[in-house]
């Protein structure tokens, strides 16, 4: 009887095999003027070197030290590489970064994403001055300002008003009314961050012209020579 052998063949493949770490990157909440870093992994788990060609960004926001490419991994070799996140503006921010390299199935993509919130630094009031008579009334502003100077949007009722001087009310709106004759300023203080405060310049108050005036306590009738004093209200 013949016999027939049978002969398998085993035929490893050579191949780099690219892994990151982690494969989505999130800065979380963000103040503007921030500038924060994480750490990317990039590792090869193939049996033979691989190398990293280029990383780009598809957001300027986010930026990657690029100095070391072209980078050669060997196998079971790992390089830490820092993304930069440096916001220019505030609101939800995504984007990619693509990796291209050797690997068969090149490039490798990587969701980043962050969410900027603006941040008061300032807040000024306007008008900055005024002259009133007493009885009129001013409403006064305030704007908000991040630390490029940038306008932030802010109701009148996010602050606490006040009056230095006793020279009238204010309500919450920053409504002023003018009550007595003088001087004086007004203050805002943020509500959300009370050690921000604004204060304008020199608010005057002048007498306000009279309407009318009322005379009481007139007698009926006076004799000559005898004198009676008068009560004006104005």
């Known amino acids: 009887n013949s016999k027939i052998a049978q002969v398998t063949t085993m035929t490893t493949i050579q191949a780099g095999v690219i892994d990151v770490a ?95 919130s603006l941040v008061i630094v300032s807040i000024a009031i306007a008008p900055s001055t005024a002259t009133l008579k007493a009885g009129e009334r001013q409403p006064f502003i305030m704007s908000a300002f991040d630390a490029d100077n940038h306008v932030i949007e802010v109701r009148n009722t996010d602050a606490l008003w006040a009056v230095d001087g006793n020279i009238g009310t204010i309500d919450e709106t920053g409504l002023f009314r003018a009550e007595t004759v003088g001087s004086g300023t007004i203050r805002a203080q943020l509500i959300t961050a009370p050690k921000i405060t604004a204060q304008t310049n020199t608010i005057t108050v002048q007498a306000g012209a009279l309407a009318k005036l009322i005379l009481s306590s007139i007698p009926t009738a006076l004799k000559v020579g005898n004198t009676h004093q008068l009560t004006i209200n104005g």
């Open 22 to 116: 982690p494969t989505t990157i999130d800065f979380g909440e963000v103040h503007t003027r921030s500038v924060l870093e994480k750490t990317l992994t990039i590792g090869n788990s193939g049996n033979i070197a691989l190398e990293v060609t280029s990383i780009t960004s598809s957001r300027s926001e986010f930026s990657v030290d690029t100095t070391p490419l072209p980078l050669v991994l060997s196998p079971g070799q790992n390089h830490l590489l820092p993304i930069r996140f440096q916001p220019i503006t505030n609101g939800a921010i995504s984007g990619t970064l693509t990796i291209a390299s050797s690997v068969l199935n090149s490039p490798t993509t990587i969701a980043i994403s962050a969410r900027v």
